[in-house]
């Protein structure tokens, strides 16, 4: 017996082995299973304990087990030993191994690893240093002296050798290898001079003088110095050889060390560890059959030999009481007395005398049951040495051969190594030493818990994390670590049923971890308060390994397991779904993991059994949900979905809001749920729908989560501007005059490191911190480098504020401290960290007081006049605190203290906008002051300014862009106060005034007029009329001034002075025609009268009114009017105003305020309150004025009328009787009444936009705009540009004002309207798709050009304008092919988009439309988009054929090229036609094809080349001559063409199959097809057999490198690679098609047929339902007519003709 052969279980590897009397292990000896194969003890109570049937792993047979006595077989080894008997052989083989162990030295028996591998190093060290005795010291020594040539060694070196004088400058070196001295062998002393060739050898002198046997005395000798040289050289040539075998030596040596390694190790398994261990399989089988035959024989003679014992055991009983019985009768009858007789029961007596002597006594033995005798089977033993037998070659051993013998052998030399190969580096075993060494100390009897080195990640396939690994997050309180410290200890309990969370409920919310998504329809949640449990049950499993293995046959779906989850490197919980045994020794089994939610593909070897208390306890942690009111934008989810939502979750606590608890399939509970993340409350479902990705079907309110934590906040309220204060700034941002931000100078520093420290913290390339979800006024951190902020070293992030969700996945944010409004990809944001919100917003939004525009439109040149501003130092001064979160300020530019600029005044000087109101900058103002110029104040040359240079490198700044529409509007202000001058005052009802703002242009113009009427001094004859204008010189004045004529009387005209409203008396003579550049221009007189109060009795104002309000007129010198209301005929409802000064006291300072004069009237008693112009003015807030009516500010009329810069007809002016006709007269209230039109117009109610026109041909030049999710493109024609540009440019005419009540008007789905589009702020036609009430916007589908976009109610338009146009864009499909999927993904929709939209293209209507939508071939530049998408794989084709496969192929030789093709952009390549002409050069032939078009139709031309016959020359077959003949139908092609089978008889027939034969023998001689041409004779090849058969030509396809053909001898068609065809040899054309294509004579289909029950007809009258009698009628057509009749005679379609099928013609 062989120690060293290790016995080892099959089942778990581990040896088997006894336990030592001395030792404290537990035994691990081999029990047979009842197939009689062993395993291990240990594997046997494993799987018993686990209740699963014991599979045998060398046979596979299972054995059951009574699972009734689980726990008497775990307790007691006797009653598991009677079922699993001990492999008693086996155990006597280990009890030998014991003992020879024992009795061995173990050093001995030790195999040191050592020995398998040569020392190189040695060697290499003792060639090169010998080792050798110090000569003072005798030690050994490695070491000599280098001059003095003796062995010493270090230490005596230096003490004693080199301390001698003589010795000092001695060197100490290795003892040098011992070369071979040139000394003669014989004579020893004798030098070694000459060579012998004739014996290869040195000799010295006296083996070349001396004689003798081994003399060299008559040899060939030559001087050993003549023969070094040549040895030196060949020396030199080996050197290289030997240097490369000792590499070889040294790689053998290492492979060698290898083998032997791999020999003796017998943990790892080779051929000989297996054929052992099948060796002890086999014959452990065998001692099972011998052990239970011997112990079946034994048993009965034991049970003989008990038997025997049984029945002396009973004999010797049976003695006993017998002798007992005899002793007691023997004295009954000894002590009988004669003379008590009578006394005594003597027949009883009697009787148990009689009964003894009858009692036996003599011990018999059964001489049959003696002679067992064992009868033994001799043969068997022949049979047990025939058992097994080692078959093969049993001389295996190796050898070692050289070069020259491999290549002898033929044998691939192997390449020499670079390099020595040393032997691998041993770990040597220590523990030994370690055992010896290490003090004994007493061991704790508690157990400790093991610790995990690392904490494990939890990953499923599909790239989401399970909730352990999120225990780690930020956001999460514990962790492996601590959880484990705290149960250090204990050890793994069951989880008691009241620690069990209750059932979700509808309503209810949690929180949660997403263990794992497979899409947002599925996804696995786990409760975040069972993590510890969750936790413990991993633990408790992460050693499964070792648990037994489940049987594969008892593997069935339903059952749980434990299975290795690679991914995350754990055992988990599973049950088996689904068990492929296609291979069946290694099945595959679908399982799901419970606790997870994942789905694994494993092999039975990843499973294990569990055990079966945590089968079903604690319950599954994985709970299905779906999110609820989720629905995929393209219909289906995609892996990009599920990795998107797991960013989002990023392994972080979520909450989960239970919409509905519903059964899913299999009848387990699944939730449809609305989760949100705890640490931001993000929505997967609106995180889905805001990128694009899904959509919300319902508009359900959010549930509130609980316990959110406070979003981040910006402080933006900027106390700290005081009114009246001076600051020194920079303007950061300018949206208009009234919408502009500064930042105080000493903030630019806080700004720039505010920028540094953004810019070091963030970066694009890192995701964490990404926001998926952005919200309106969420406070963030943008990236803006590329959005028209630049930041050159830093700035490229800044803080933002979210203003806006435009959709499209684009936010608008705003900028707090620069000021910028800036569209952003969601990309661009991220989280703000709570270091970044302490700073509050370092720009101040502002407008400039005192200004407004005219029309309440600022200027795109005021917005540029105030960026001139932008990077110079200013002064502001504030004029208003914050009105509506603005600072009205006036600014000044004092860079050049000679020249300092106000920027309010260029406002007005610039005629940008006019001043109101009293402000610092207009407060002491003259009037003369504000020059008016037409010249932009940007072209003016820039002063030098003398600031302080600003660091651009860190600062954000605005790029320059084009002004919005809207950011253009003016601000509410308030009141506003225009000043005025008082030109007449008569009553409150009757005041004229001018503007103050537009003085300078009358005084211009009046200036203009004196000097045009002094050059001209005639006077024209003119007959006057009253309502005139005209140009008078005044009699006060004696000037020139504009007059309207009130009446004429004889030669004198009465007038009224537009411009002074005054009227006087002046001859008719000094009347003047008033040229036009002066009756442009408007009156400077407007009539206006008192808003909102009425004199208390009557209609006329008492004079006390009138003195006081001519008393306040006069005390204050500048007057202010605010227009209210509409005009009141001609005059003008105002409001006066005044600014009243208040003195304060001795230390009080003075104080100002605005006063109305209307309320002044009121207050005092002098008037009421006009109640009837309240109601009038409420009632017209809600209503639409005339279209030139603008809003001015809180002004509403027309400008025209107010400010009058227009001419404007008058009515005759009636003059006061009561005023002098010399002086300047007022004038009545109704002299300026106009009339209003209220005509109103009829309403058209339109449904819908019109149609889209047809095509105007079939192939056009198109730029498609938009393609959807269906693969619907929308394109026009390049001829609609111009009609686009005309809607586009009339819509934003028409609403270039914006409408304050869009957002309250209500909308329908399916409603036209006008909207907004976001990207380029212009208006476009549109159509509501869908409507969100609570978000207040729509879908909007934008008609001519198809995108759909979110459009708020704001930027939505009722009117219904341009309806006349039809939509522009029309909706086509590619035809042809359809998407390689269900639908199209969103990866080919990008490419198409990419590809074609905004770019010209080619168009090709390829079929009838169907619906809405026109089926097209699409060609971009030279690119057939159809069937690119094919060769792209993202698209196939409907008919079912495959993409072409290219490859290359040598180009031929120009006289070899067979084929030209013919390539137009017009028409499909079908047919290629090669020129008849041959020798005409191809200039004549073109100037020939040139001269044949003149004066055709280009269209006509094409359309006749696609609809004619191409024809050439070409083979073609002997047409068919009889006219009768029997036939059948075995094919039908079209409906109304037959292909009639003619039959033939026998010899014809066999003519035809020789035929066949001959072309299958041919075909490979056959040449390529050398040339296309329609109707030609070929050789095809059919796809379904791979036989040739005869054919011809219908139609090619170069693009796809197909064409159709025909095989004329059985009628059917087929489309076939071009490869596939061959030229026909002409002796195969003589024998005429078998088939012949023919029309039914006389008849033709009934068109009111459908084509399907049409086709079922003929099938039932036709296929295969011959023989017919044909009979050709009409031959003179390409295709003949035929009658087809039955044996009868009858017309085989007198049926069809009968049913209408078939109408009858001649």
């Not at 017009?1466 to 094809?1489: C, F, L, R």
Request: aromatic share 8%; with cysteine.
């Amino acid at each position: 017996m062989d120690a060293k052969i290790r016995k080892i279980c099959p089942s778990c590897s581990q040896c088997y082995f006894l336990k030592a009397l001395d030792s404290k292990t537990k035994s691990n000896i081999p029990l047979f299973l009842s197939c009689g194969h062993t395993l291990c003890e240990n594997c046997v109570r494993n799987i018993v304990k686990f209740a699963e049937p014991i599979e045998c792993k060398v046979c596979h047979q299972d054995m059951q087990v009574d699972t009734n006595n689980l726990t008497l077989l775990m307790q007691n080894k006797i009653s598991l030993y009677s079922i699993f008997p001990v492999n008693v052989f086996l155990v006597g083989e280990l009890t030998m191994q014991t003992i020879e162990v024992i009795n061995k030295d173990t050093k001995e028996q030790k195999v040191k690893i050592d020995e398998c591998y040569i020392d190189m190093k040695g060697i290499l060290q003792n060639n090169t240093s010998k080792q050798g005795e110090c000569v003072e010291c005798h030690s050994p020594t490695l070491k000599m002296c280098e001059q003095c040539g003796i062995i010493v060694c270090n230490n005596c070196f230096n003490k004693s050798h080199k301390n001698f004088v003589i010795f000092k400058n001695h060197v100490l070196c290795n003892i040098g290898a011992n070369i071979q001295k040139n000394n003669c062998k014989l004579h020893q002393e004798k030098q070694l001079d000459y060579y012998c060739k004739n014996c290869s050898k040195s000799i010295c002198m006296d083996c070349f003088m001396v004689g003798g046997e081994k003399s060299c005395k008559n040899h060939d000798v030559e001087a050993i110095q003549e023969v070094n040289e040549q040895f030196l050289t060949e020396l030199t040539n080996i050197a290289p050889k030997v240097d490369e075998v000792f590499k070889r030596l040294s790689k053998t040596a290492v492979d060698i060390g290898h083998l032997l390694t791999k020999i003796d190790d017998e943990s790892n398994s080779t051929k000989y560890t297996t054929l052992i261990n099948n060796i002890e399989q086999h014959f452990s089988k065998l001692s099972s059959i011998i052990q239970n035959k011997k112990h079946e024989i034994t048993s009965k003679v034991l049970q003989l030999k008990l038997n025997e014992k049984d029945s002396l055991k009973k004999a010797k009983q049976d003695i006993s009481d017998a002798l007992w019985k005899a002793n007691s009768t023997l004295n009954a009858i000894n002590s009988l007395n004669p003379n008590k007789l009578k006394e005594i029961n003597m027949p009883a007596i009697l009787e148990d005398a009689k009964q003894i002597t009858k009692i036996p006594w003599y011990l018999h033995r059964d001489e049959s049951e003696i002679n067992l005798n064992l009868t033994v089977n001799e043969d068997i033993f022949l049979t047990i040495d025939n058992f097994i037998q080692l078959e093969g070659n049993e001389a295996s051993k190796y050898k070692l051969v050289t070069t020259e013998e491999l290549s002898e052998n033929n044998e691939e030399i192997p390449e020499a190594p670079t390099s020595l190969v040393y032997p691998p580096e041993i770990t040597r075993d220590v523990r030994q030493l370690s055992n010896q060494t290490e003090p004994k100390t007493e061991k704790d009897k508690s157990k400790t818990a093991t610790f995990l080195a690392k904490v494990p990640k939890y990953r499923s396939k599909s790239g989401s994390c399970t909730s352990l690994n999120s225990m780690k997050s930020d956001s999460s309180n514990k962790s492996y670590q601590s959880y484990e410290q705290k149960l250090k200890g204990e050890s793994a309990i069951a989880f008691p049923d009241s620690q069990l969370m209750q059932p979700f409920v509808e309503g209810s919310q949690e929180l949660i971890y997403v263990s794992h998504i497979v899409d947002p329809h599925k996804l696995f949640v786990q409760r975040a308060g069972l993590q510890a449990r969750v936790e413990e049950l991993l633990r408790e499993f992460r050693n499964a390994v070792s648990l037994p293995r489940p049987s594969l046959a008892h593997v069935a779906e339903g059952k749980i397991y434990l299975v290795f989850n690679k991914a995350d490197n754990l055992w988990q919980r599973c049950r088996v779904v689904s068990v492929d045994r296609r291979d069946v020794n290694k099945p595959i089994l679908h399982v799901f993991c419970i606790d997870f939610g994942s789905t694994e593909v494993v092999s039975i070897d990843k499973l294990r059994l569990i055990p079966p208390a945590r089968v079903a306890f604690p319950p599954p942690f994985a709970i299905c949900c779906s999110l609820a009111n989720c629905e995929p934008i393209n219909g289906a989810w995609t892996s990009d979905d599920s990795f998107f939502v797991q960013n989002i979750i990023d392994n972080k606590q979520a909450v989960l809001h239970v919409r509905r608890v519903r059964a899913a399939e299999g009848g387990a509970p699944c939730l449809d749920v609305d989760v949100s993340t705890l640490e931001h409350g993000e929505s997967l479902a609106h995180a889905l729908a805001f990128h694009g990705r899904a959509r919300l079907p319902e508009k359900l309110p959010y549930p509130k989560m609980m316990g959110i934590s406070e979003k981040p906040k910006l402080f933006i309220n900027n106390k700290d501007f005081q009114k009246n204060a001076v600051e020194e700034v920079y303007i950061t941002h300018v949206v208009s005059p009234d919408n502009f931000y500064v930042r105080k100078r000493h903030l630019q520093s806080v700004f720039e490191k505010l920028c540094e420290d953004l810019e070091q913290e963030y970066s694009l390339s890192v995701n964490s911190g990404s926001i998926y979800l952005p919200e309106k006024d969420m406070v963030c951190v943008a990236h803006v480098e590329q959005r028209g902020v630049r930041g050159v070293r830093g700035g490229a992030w800044a803080r933002a504020l979210v203003r806006e969700l435009p959709g499209r996945m684009h936010v608008r944010v705003l900028l707090p401290d620069v000021g910028a409004t800036v569209l952003l990809h969601w990309t661009a944001l991220r989280r703000i960290l709570p270091k970044f919100t302490v700073l509050r917003a370092l720009a101040t939004e502002c407008h400039l007081a005192g200004v407004t525009p005219l029309n309440k439109k600022w200027s795109p040149a005021s917005v540029a006049l105030l960026q001139k501003f932008e990077e110079r130092l200013l002064e502001l001064h504030v004029e208003e605190s914050r009105n509506r979160n603005s600072l009205g300020v006036t600014l000044y530019d004092k860079c050049d203290e000679e020249n300092i600029i106000c920027i309010n005044t260029q406002m007005i000087k610039n005629k940008f906008a006019v001043t109101f109101g009293l402000y610092m900058f207009n407060k002491n103002t003259e009037i003369d002051e504000l020059v008016f110029t037409n010249k932009c104040p940007l072209d003016e040359p820039k002063p030098k300014p003398k600031h302080v240079k600003i660091d651009t490198d860190t600062t954000l700044k605005i790029q320059p862009i084009k002004p919005n529409e809207e950011d253009l509007d003016a601000k509410d202000k308030g009141p506003l106060r225009l000043e005025v001058k008082i030109l007449n005052y008569q009553s409150p009802s009757l005041i004229y005034v001018s503007l103050v703002h537009q003085q300078k242009i009358f005084t211009e113009l009046f200036d203009d007029i004196q000097k045009y009427y002094a050059k001209k001094k005639t006077q024209e004859i003119r007959d006057w009329k009253i309502e005139d204008r005209c140009c008078t010189i005044c009699s006060q004045s004696q000037t020139w001034r504009r007059a309207a004529i009130l009446e004429i009387n004889d030669a004198n005209a009465k007038v009224f002075y537009s411009d002074f409203a005054c009227v006087e008396t002046v001859p008719v003579s000094s009347l003047r025609e008033m040229p036009q550049e002066f009756a442009s221009i408007g009156d400077a007189a407007v009539m206006c009268h008192l808003s909102g109060v009425v004199p208390a009795v009557g209609e006329e104002w008492p004079s006390l009114t009138k003195e006081y309000l001519k008393e306040l007129l006069d005390a204050y010198k500048r007057v202010f009017i605010t227009k209210l209301g509409k005009f009141k005929g001609k005059s003008m409802p105002v409001e006066l105003w005044v600014y009243h000064t208040i003195q304060g006291g001795a230390l009080e300072a003075n104080t100002s305020e605005w006063r109305c004069l209307n309320k002044k009237i009121i207050d005092q008693g002098l008037g009421i309150p006009d109640k009837s112009q309240e109601l009038i003015s409420s009632d017209n807030t809600s209503l639409n004025t005339a279209e030139d009516v603008l809003s001015f500010l809180n002004i509403t009329g027309s400008v025209r009328d107010w400010i009058q810069i227009e001419p404007m007809p008058l009515k005759p002016l009636k003059i006061n009787p009561e005023s002098d006709s010399n002086s300047s007269t007022p004038i009545d209230n109704d002299a300026l009444k106009m009339e209003m039109d209220n005509n109103n117009s009829n309403t058209v109610f339109i449904s819908d936009w019109l149609p889209p026109e047809p095509l105007p041909s079939n192939e056009i030049t198109a730029m498609p705009t938009y393609i959807d999710n269906d693969g619907i493109i929308y394109l026009h024609d390049i001829s609609q540009q111009d009609t686009l540009d005309l809607i586009r440019k009339a819509l934003d005419v028409r609403f270039k004002n914006p409408d304050p009540k869009a957002k309250y008007v209500k909308w329908t789905v399916g409603e036209p309207c006008i909207a907004l589009f976001f990207l380029d702020n212009r208006f476009y036609r549109g159509r509501v798709l869908e409507v969100n009430e609570e978000a207040s916007s729509c879908l909007i589908h934008y008609v001519d050009y198809g995108n759909e976009e979110v459009c708020s109610f704001k930027n939505l338009r009722k009117s219904i304008v341009l309806y006349q146009i039809p939509i522009q864009a029309h909706k086509c499909v590619l035809n042809r092919i359809r998407p390689a999927g269900k639908r199209w993904d969103r990866q080919s929709l990008d490419y198409i988009h990419k590809s074609i939209v905004e770019k010209q293209c080619y168009v090709k209507v390829s079929g009838e439309p169907i619906g809405d939508l026109i089926p097209i071939e699409l060609k971009y530049d030279k690119l057939w988009i159809n069937d690119h998408l094919v060769d792209f794989e993202m698209a196939v084709y409907t008919d079912g054929s495959k993409a072409v496969v290219r490859k290359f192929a040598p180009q031929l030789k120009e006289n070899e090229k067979l084929e030209i093709s013919i390539e137009t952009d017009s028409g499909p390549d079908y047919i290629v036609e090669y020129d008849d002409i041959e020798n005409e050069s191809t200039d004549s032939q073109t100037s020939a094809k040139l001269n044949s078009l003149e004066g055709k139709d280009w269209n006509s031309i094409i359309a006749e080349d696609d609809n004619k016959s191409i024809n050439g020359n070409f083979i073609s077959y002997s047409p068919y001559t009889q006219t009768e003949f029997p036939c059948n139908i075995t094919v039908l092609n079209e409906i109304n063409k037959l292909e009639l089978g003619v039959i033939h008889d026998d010899e014809t027939t066999k003519a035809y199959d020789k035929m066949f034969e001959e072309l299958q023998n041919e075909s490979c001689k056959m040449t390529a097809l050398n040339g296309i041409f329609e109707n030609k004779a070929c050789l095809a090849l059919f796809p379904e057999d791979g036989q040739w058969y005869r054919a011809i030509i219908l139609q090619y396809s170069e693009a796809k490198n197909r064409i159709k053909v025909k095989y004329v001898d059985y009628g059917n068609i087929e489309i076939i690679s071009l490869a596939d065809v061959r030229e026909i040899s002409k002796k195969y054309t003589k024998l005429p098609p078998v088939t012949i294509t023919a029309f039914l004579h006389g008849v033709k289909i009934n068109p009111d047929f459908e084509k399907k029950l049409l086709f079922e007809k003929f099938i039932d009258t036709f296929l295969e339902k011959g023989p017919f009698k044909a009979k050709l009628i009409d031959t003179t057509n390409v295709i003949p007519t035929v009658e087809l009749r039955n044996d009868n005679g009858q017309l085989v379609y007198e049926k069809l003709i009968q049913e209408k099928v078939f109408l009858k013609f001649d």
